[in-house]
């Protein structure tokens, strides 16, 4: 056991847990932020997709030891009232079926669009290939993107 002092959603948490628990499972059995879900373990699905530093990373095979001072944003950190652009696009393009996926889908979406900010339907698809929807929403998924990328300033 180690204790790590963490920078999650702009402020500091500190866990003390052995140094290859995935921070997926200190996000939600530490902190209590829930909105990262557990889907397959090995960071094929996407389901626990996080921001590291502003890049889209997957919590469930990321050692927390691996975190050091990078900053970790979660869905939780992304809007304090749901009102970021890709939020609204997957609103209004009414998105989510089941939703397990929604959040790792909204925050790989969100690292793309601050990446390049006027993706094409290609890159869109590239983007979005680690993260799987067993709804199978991903036209819909698409055009929020495309939605989200005219909203973003």
């Not at 601050?114 to 590239?126: F, H, L, R, V, Y």
Request: aromatic share 6%.
């Amino acid at each position: 056991m180690a204790k790590y002092k963490l920078d999650i959603n702009g402020k500091t948490y500190e866990a003390d847990v052995a140094s290859d628990t995935p921070l997926l499972w200190v996000l939600r059995d530490n902190f209590g932020l829930l909105g990262a879900k557990y889907g397959c373990g090995i960071g094929q699905c996407g389901a626990c997709t996080v921001h590291l530093n502003g890049v889209a990373v997957k919590s469930c095979s990321l050692p927390v030891s691996a975190i050091g001072s990078k900053k970790v944003v979660t869905i939780e950190g992304l809007s304090a009232d749901g009102e970021h652009p890709v939020q609204l696009a997957w609103d209004e393009k009414d998105v989510a079926q089941c939703g397990y996926c929604q959040a790792g889908q909204i925050m790989t979406a969100v690292a793309l669009l601050n990446k390049n900010p006027k993706p094409s339907e290609d890159q869109i698809a590239t983007a979005m290939n680690g993260n799987i929807c067993r709804c199978g929403t991903y036209h819909r998924i698409r055009e929020a993107v495309l939605l989200a990328s005219t909203k973003m300033k």
